[in-house]
Every structure is written in structure tokens, then in C-alpha cells.
């Protein structure tokens, strides 16, 4: 049991606001919103940042459920499930960390967009949202980007990613998100 109280300790002390790991389902989409918007209520923060942390989770979240590979027949059970964080940090930063596992040819595409979207500053984010959003280009999933680009605008920092290989066919994606205040 001391285990259990170690880890409750690093949460705490990482300010870590809320936790979750396991399979990401739309039941579980509206609860994790519930509750981040009362704990944003509590907050004593500027409803601009509220919103701005609300909202970029909203799409970390619908990322996480609408890219899982689960028409793949090759894909296990664990590779179903997903992990998200969010924490704020002592000096009022947001972070809204997120983890999935990612079939190695997505892992190419998704670092070159990643890669595509970090070069570019607030006025290029902009135009290149419309032109995503106007040239009709939609992924099989439904967004053609769209989520990170609007991510990326509103979150006013780089999007910081990795790509950890597991095996041939898969690598685990994390992805931290850090909102400017």
C-alpha cells in the first residue's frame, strides 16, 4: 500500500489536476469534460484561460478517440488504450499531455504535419488552417489536421511530440501541449 500513497504523492506534488489511462470512449469523453470544466470553475483563473485550456483539451481528447486504430485487425487490446494528463504547473503554466499508440506509417505523416505546423508563426497557423479547411482535404478519420493545426493556434507555444518505436509496426505517440498564459 505504500506504493499507492508514493504515487499519490507524485501526482500531487507534479499538480497533477487529473489523470486517466485505459480505452477512450465517448461516455468517457463527456465525463472527463464534466469535470475539467468544474475544476476550471474552481479555479480562481481569467475565463480566457479557462476557456483556452477547456477547449484545446476538447481536442486532445476527440484526437485521441476518433485516431484510435481500432479498425485495424492487427491491433491488441493495448494498443486500444490511451493515456492524458493535465497539470499545471507552480508558475500557472498548463500542460495537457496525451499518449496513444500509432501504426508506424501514421507515425511518418504525423511528425511531417507536427514538423509542418511547429515552423510556422501565429499569422501562418492562421492561413494555413483556412486553406486546410477550404482545400476539402479530409483524412480518413474525418479532420485533415485541422485538431493539431487549431491546437497549435491556440495554445500559442510549439506542440511537443514524440515517437517511441515498439515494434515494426507500431510506435507510442505523446504529445504535450503547453498553454501560454
Known amino acids: 500500500m ?50 483556452k485550456v477547456y477547449n484545446i483539451l476538447v481536442e486532445c481528447l476527440q484526437n485521441l478517440y476518433h485516431h484510435m486504430d481500432e479498425d485495424d485487425p492487427d491491433t491488441i487490446v493495448n494498443e486500444k488504450s490511451a493515456l492524458f494528463m493535465i497539470k499545471k504547473s507552480d508558475e500557472g503554466e498548463y500542460s495537457i499531455m496525451t499518449g496513444n499508440y500509432i501504426g508506424v506509417e501514421n507515425a511518418e505523416i504525423m511528425k511531417s504535419r507536427l514538423d509542418k505546423i511547429n515552423e510556422m ?14 482545400n476539402g482535404e479530409m483524412s480518413a478519420k474525418g479532420g485533415g489536421g485541422l485538431g493539431m493545426i487549431d491546437i497549435a493556434r491556440k495554445s500559442g507555444k510549439k506542440l511537443e511530440y514524440n515517437f517511441d518505436p515498439i515494434d515494426d509496426k507500431v510506435s507510442f505517440f505523446s504529445l504535450n501541449i503547453k498553454i501560454a498564459q
Do not use: A, C, W
Not at 12 to 40: A, D, R
Not at 121 to 134: A, G, H, S
Open 2 to 51: 505504500d506504493s499507492i500513497h508514493d504515487f499519490y504523492e507524485k501526482m500531487e506534488s507534479g499538480n497533477i489536476m487529473l489523470s486517466f489511462k485505459g480505452e477512450v470512449t465517448s461516455n468517457l469523453l463527456t465525463s472527463v469534460l464534466q469535470i475539467m470544466e468544474t475544476k476550471m470553475e474552481n479555479l480562481s483563473e481569467p475565463p480566457k484561460i479557462k476557456k
Open 121 to 134: 508563426d501565429r499569422d501562418q497557423l492562421k492561413t494555413y488552417y483556412k486553406e486546410v479547411l477550404n
